[in-house]
T-cell receptor
Framework: DQQVKQNSPSLSVQEGRISILNCDYT??????FLWYKKYPAEGPTFLIS?????DKNEDGRFTVFLNKSAKHLSLHIVPSQPGDSAVYFC??????????FGPGTRLSVLP | GAVVSQHPSWVICKSGTSVKIECRSL??????MFWYRQFPKQSLMLMAT?????????EQGVEKDKFLINHASLTLSTLTVTSAHPEDSSFYIC?????????????FGPGTRLTVL
């Protein structure tokens, strides 16, 4: 039973447009959510996070939205750039323990 | 951001030998580190949780006698693949948890590519 789901295995977006990556979770005890970006043959890189007390966190081109009632979060990248092409993992944790990762979404930004 | 290093980045070994992979948090102390394995085109698979000064906690299906984990200090955890076989060939990634007052964040190492001949 997947506690963190990323239902889109892949996403293609035109350069300059907005990329929206979605993530759903089932465990209401999760209180902290993170997004990671991963290139092939490299470790994931931390992008942005959000605490459950917030519904939005923004850092440059990256914004994460959290809808607790729907147990849904999304990562918005705008404008998308070719260098953003990677696999994006959503992760959730409760009280800093048991980080649970989603299966990832492969984003391709087309020039 | 916080930096986590892994060494070696790539290792090739003969079947039956043991390989040690080091994971270091370079600019912070980490009481908790994680070890992951990634198969081609698949997500990260958590292998074990490494806690400084205590025994590692292994996920179901991971052989603790085969994948030895030692978290001897607040900045170093090691994973030793004992009696490696070709099916152990994979990409191994560690992460270290930076604990803050409000939130904890995992920072990942660059990964180690293990090829067992």
């Amino acid at each position: 039973d997947q506690q963190v789901k990323q239902n889109s295995p892949s996403l293609s977006v035109q350069e300059g447009r907005i990329s929206i990556l979605n993530c759903d979770y089932t465990n209401s005890m999760f209180d902290y959510f993170l997004w990671y970006k991963k290139y092939p043959a490299e470790g994931p890189t931390f992008l942005i996070s959000i605490s459950s007390i917030k519904d939005k966190n923004e850092d440059g081109r990256f914004t994460v939205f959290l809808n607790k009632s729907a147990k849904h979060l999304s990562l918005h990248i705008v404008p998308s750039q070719p260098g953003d092409s990677a696999v994006y993992f959503c992760a959730a944790s409760s009280y800093g323990q048991n980080f649970v990762f989603g299966p990832g979404t492969r984003l391709s930004v087309l020039p | 951001g916080a930096v986590v290093s892994q060494h070696p980045s790539w290792v090739i070994c003969k079947s039956g030998t043991s390989v040690k992979i080091e994971c270091r948090s370079l600019d912070f102390q980490a009481t908790t580190m994680f070890w992951y394995r990634q198969f081609p085109k698949q997500s990260l698979m958590l292998m074990a949780t490494s806690n400084e000064g205590s025994k590692a906690t292994y996920e179901q299906g991971v052989e603790k006698d085969k994948f030895l984990i030692n978290h001897a200090s607040l900045t170093l955890s090691t994973l030793t693949v004992t009696s490696a076989h070709p099916e152990d060939s994979s990409f191994y990634i560690c992460s270290a948890v930076l604990r803050a007052r409000v939130t904890d964040t995992q920072y990942f190492g660059p990964g180690t590519r293990l090829t067992v001949l």
